[in-house]
């Protein structure tokens, strides 16, 4: 798909609530890019939301491409919605750029990637804590080719928290997708390899508490994952090989403590995580760099999926 004159990429987006609206900052911000049209369920907050950043608005997919050309779309739509979507977005040649979870479920999530790989669309899916500025240092310091990992991941889920949020009951029963995948996509960006997934305590939907599971990678590298169910406990991850521990908790930040040394010290950051919803401006660059041919590091749909089925195997789903 060529540029526009003028080399302005041009963004279309897909809703209009609070995530939507991060998006539109974070990509408003890089220069030669142009939010060119949304749309949402919403007509009145897609309007709304459409003002305020000095665009148009429009009834539909469709519409919005007919309207736009743009260069790129940001799907930013409920869990309930995102399968309905994706595929009418699949229909237009725009790059996509799918809020996560990409679909409701494994199942969706698998459908979702075929249709995309049917249209021959390309596809991302804007796992935000990969582009976190803690991840991509963390990631820098690590040798690609170095030793055995054990990376330990905590997470914690509330379903009646949730249910509080207005989450919708189905979304709820799958939280896992919805929630935890933000946990357990890490296994994908740390681990190596191909995992072997045992399950200490098991997923039990009629009475969540703990769910503890060891990913056992080809690589050599051990993940251990720990969720607390409608209790208390903190996001936090850790990876360590033989040369350092680093440790995100909370997530944002970073510190690494190297061998011999009895103390972890803090690593400096910068300020684009506080400037904008962490994760989301680079993020939003990388995309915006995928759709002027240069290189990515953005998640692929097939890159989503494989985390989605690493819930579905911690979680007893499959």
């Given at each position: 798909?060529?540029?526009?004159?003028?080399n302005?990429?041009?963004?279309?987006?897909?809703?209009?609530g609070y995530?939507a609206?991060?998006?539109?900052?974070?990509?408003?911000?890089?220069?030669?890019?142009e939010?060119?049209?949304?749309?949402?369920r919403s007509?009145?907050?897609a309007?709304?939301?459409a003002?305020r950043?000095?665009?148009?608005?429009?009834?539909?997919?469709?519409?919005?491409?007919?309207?736009?050309q743009?260069d790129?779309?940001?799907?930013?739509?409920?869990?309930?919605?995102a399968?309905?979507?994706?595929?009418?977005?699949?229909?237009?040649?725009?790059?996509?750029?799918?809020?996560?979870?990409?679909?409701?479920?494994?199942?969706?999530?698998?459908?979702?990637?075929?249709?995309?790989?049917?249209?021959?669309?390309?596809?991302?899916?804007?796992?935000?804590?990969?582009?976190?500025?803690?991840?991509?240092?963390?990631?820098?310091?690590l040798?690609?080719?170095?030793?055995?990992?054990?990376?330990?991941?905590?997470?914690?889920q509330?379903?009646?928290?949730?249910?509080?949020?207005?989450q919708?009951?189905?979304?709820?029963?799958?939280?896992?997708?919805?929630?935890?995948?933000h946990?357990?996509?890490?296994?994908?960006?740390?681990?190596?390899?191909?995992?072997?997934?045992?399950?200490?305590?098991?997923?039990?939907?009629?009475?969540?508490?703990?769910?503890?599971?060891?990913?056992r990678?080809?690589?050599?590298?051990?993940?251990?994952?720990?969720?607390?169910?409608?209790?208390?406990?903190?996001?936090?991850?850790?990876?360590?090989?033989?040369?350092?521990?680093?440790?995100?908790?909370?997530?944002?930040?970073?510190?690494?403590?190297r061998?011999?040394?009895?103390?972890?010290?803090?690593?400096?950051?910068?300020?684009?995580?506080?400037?904008?919803?962490?994760?989301l401006?680079?993020?939003?660059?990388?995309?915006?760099?995928?759709?002027?041919?240069?290189?990515?590091d953005?998640?692929?749909?097939?890159?989503s999926?494989?985390?989605?089925?690493?819930?579905?195997?911690?979680?007893?789903?499959?």
């Open positions: 798909m060529g540029m526009n004159e003028g302005v990429t041009r963004i279309a987006i897909v809703g209009a995530m609206g991060e998006h539109a900052r974070a990509f408003e911000s890089i220069p030669g890019v939010i060119v049209g949304i749309c949402g007509r009145d907050r309007a709304a939301l003002e950043h000095k665009t148009s608005v429009h009834d539909d997919v469709a519409s919005l491409y007919a309207a736009t743009a790129g779309i940001v799907i930013a739509v409920n869990e309930l919605s399968r309905e979507i994706c595929l009418a977005a699949f229909a237009f040649p725009w790059a996509c750029l799918i809020e996560k979870p990409a679909g409701l479920d494994l199942a969706e999530a698998q459908a979702i990637e075929a249709a995309a790989a049917a249209a021959g669309r390309r596809a991302f899916v804007a796992l935000n804590r990969r582009s976190y500025a803690s991840t991509r240092a963390a990631l820098a310091a040798d690609p080719a170095g030793p055995p990992r054990l990376v330990s991941v905590l997470d914690q509330d379903m009646q928290a949730a249910r509080d949020f207005g919708p009951e189905e979304v709820v029963r799958n939280y896992m997708y919805a929630n935890a995948i946990l357990i996509d890490y296994f994908s960006v740390f681990c190596r390899g191909n995992p072997v997934i045992d399950s200490a305590a098991g997923w039990d939907s009629d009475a969540p508490r703990h769910v503890v599971s060891t990913l990678y080809d690589s050599g590298d051990t993940g251990v994952y720990q969720a607390v169910w409608d209790g208390p406990g903190p996001w936090a991850v850790s990876v360590t090989d033989a040369a350092a521990r680093f440790e995100m908790r909370p997530l944002e930040s970073l510190t690494v403590q061998r011999g040394q009895r103390q972890a010290v803090p690593v400096e950051l910068g300020n684009v995580d506080s400037d904008y919803k962490p994760g401006r680079v993020q939003a660059e990388s995309f915006v760099n995928a759709l002027r041919g240069r290189e990515t953005l998640a692929t749909l097939a890159d999926t494989r985390s989605m089925e690493i819930c579905a195997r911690i979680y007893g789903l499959i």
